[in-house]
């Protein structure tokens, strides 16, 4: 399914005068494949956190290309856990907290349960030594 979008803000003027720019946005949603987990290309359009790596066959020149990355949350314990660098001053850390986590509302509607990702900084009895 591609959904397309166009939206502009709002003029104080009764009539459109065009000086507010107008952002086109696409949202695509595609079934799982069958295989799980297969590595994607990534797309230049959208964020991904990706991995940079070399292509190539026997009948092919290596090619550089990246892939996004994904989680496969059933080997992380059913969890993403996301640690707050201890450089990040304190004063920070709870809205931090509070951005990171507002994606569980996302998780839950997807079906991945509810609190899927967690948030911890320096000083959490949850926060790694090391």
Known sequence: MWLQ???QARDAAPV???SEPTAYYSVAFCRLPDVPMVPRAKDR???YFETPLRVGGERRANEATSVINRWNLSR?????MYYIDPEVPKLFHPTIKKGVESWNGAFAAA???D???RCVAAGDADF???
Do not use: F
């Open 5 to 7: 979008y166009a939206v």
């Open 115 to 117: 609190g899927v990702v």
């Open 76 to 80: 992380h314990g059913g969890h993403l």
């Open 128 to 130: 790694p030594t090391d």
């Open 16 to 18: 459109k005068t065009g």
């Open 45 to 47: 359009r959208v964020g």
């Open 111 to 113: 079906g991945c349960g």
